[in-house]
Each structure stands twice: as structure tokens, then as C-alpha cells.
């Protein structure tokens, strides 16, 4: 089962905030935040955008961590 990572990155002087989605491969995407978005609903298009971009399929459930969110998917077959 996979698990994607999304974390916010604050604006620098050349990009504006972002948010990365991430994998433990080091498969990565990063968005443009949506600022008309909820927090959880911009880290939610990022980790589906890297979900896309994996052509993986499947339902998201996403939890907040210290630094981010974490993202599994529902319908996996392992079961603790």
C-alpha cells in the first residue's frame, strides 16, 4: 500500500506557496496553492494530482500530521 505525503511550502521571492505531494519512492508533484481553497481541500487536489500522475486509482483519506497531512487510500485490502 502507498501512502502520499502533502506539505505546504510558504512563498519565496521567486514562487508563490505551494504544496507538494510526495511518495516514499520520491515521486513528487507540487501545486500552485488554490487560495480559495480549505487547507484540507488543497492538500487533498495535490495528493490526487499525484495520484494521477501515477495512474493510481482508488479513494484518498487524509489525516493531519505535525507537518502536513498523510494520505492513504481507503479501499486497500490490508487490514491491521
Same mark, same amino acid.
Given at each position: ?5 502533502? !506539505?505546504? @511550502?510558504?512563498?519565496? &521571492? ?6 507538494? /505531494? ?10 500552485? !496553492?488554490? @487560495?480559495?481553497?480549505? &487547507? ?6 495535490? /495528493? ?33
Amino acid at each position: 500500500m502507498k501512502a502520499i505525503v502533502t !506539505k505546504f @511550502h510558504g512563498p519565496t &521571492d521567486t514562487k508563490g506557496s505551494r504544496i507538494s /505531494a510526495s511518495d516514499s519512492d520520491g515521486n513528487r508533484v507540487f501545486l500552485s !496553492k488554490d @487560495h480559495s481553497l480549505s &487547507d484540507h481541500e488543497a492538500h487533498g487536489k495535490a /495528493a490526487r494530482a499525484l495520484l494521477d500522475k501515477m495512474g493510481w486509482q482508488g479513494e484518498l483519506i487524509g489525516g493531519y500530521v505535525k507537518d502536513g497531512m498523510v494520505w492513504v487510500f481507503a479501499n486497500s485490502s490490508y487490514r491491521a
